[in-house]
T-cell receptor, first 111, second 113 residues
């Protein structure tokens, strides 16, 4: 079962624009994480936000968490060609400590 | 350098054979995970282990087996009972006590020939 679901499934934007991806989940969580995956590679951790936090920043990344709506968003500002990748949210459920991933958003930055 | 290592990077299996994928970490993490990824898809949890000598089934455990005899090692065996094993397999570890992010290996691409 997928705990997290990202939206949109795919996104193409011009270089320099901002990219926003959303994630919804189903059960209570300890934390929510965002990862990036370049084609055929392992996942790279981007940012972790705990259930008692509402917003977090890391460089050009901004993550928000709304536990009442069971949703999170990832904003990448001033996008670059190197940001082209798939982005996944992952939730760490309180009930069983499993880390469950969504299906991801494929982001394509156009030159 | 601390990290998590998967081997081999590419693996070919004949139908009916069992194969074992290696995952080793030197991060002193208690928790380790195995995921399967199919083309254009997300990650699905196969097995996870929170402590040595203990592991739990994930969402798609059928046809797979694991062991956790050492803290740093969590090998995954893809058995002949797994009917569609061709996929990209990813191993991860995390520090459960600190409730922090998971670190991933570079993956093993398994192909049935």
């Amino acid at each position: 079962s997928q705990q997290g679901e990202e939206d949109p499934q795919a996104l193409s934007i011009q270089e320099g624009e901002n990219a926003t991806m959303n994630c919804s989940y189903k059960t209570s969580i300890n934390n929510l994480q965002w990862y990036r995956q370049n084609s055929g590679r392992g996942l790279v951790h981007l940012i972790l936000i705990r259930s008692n936090e509402r917003e977090k920043h890391s460089g050009r990344l901004r993550v928000t968490l709304d536990t009442s709506k069971k949703s999170s968003s990832l904003l990448i500002t001033a996008s670059r060609a190197a940001d082209t990748a798939s982005y996944f949210c992952a939730t760490d459920a309180r009930r069983d400590d499993k880390i469950i991933f969504g299906k991801g958003t494929r982001l394509h930055i156009l030159p | 350098d601390g990290g998590i290592t998967q081997s081999p990077k590419y693996l070919f299996r004949k139908e009916g054979q069992n194969v074992t994928l290696s995952c080793e970490q030197n991060l002193n993490h208690d928790a380790m995970y195995w995921y399967r990824q199919d083309p254009g898809q997300g990650l699905r949890l196969i097995y996870y282990s929170q402590i040595v000598n203990d592991f739990q089934k994930g969402d798609i455990a059928e046809g797979y087996s694991v062991s956790r005899e050492k803290k740093e090692s969590f090998p995954l065996t893809v058995t002949s009972a797994q009917k569609n094993p061709t996929a990209f397999y990813l191993c991860a570890s995390s520090n459960r006590l600190m409730n922090t992010e998971a670190f991933f290996g570079q993956g093993t691409r398994l192909t049935v020939v």
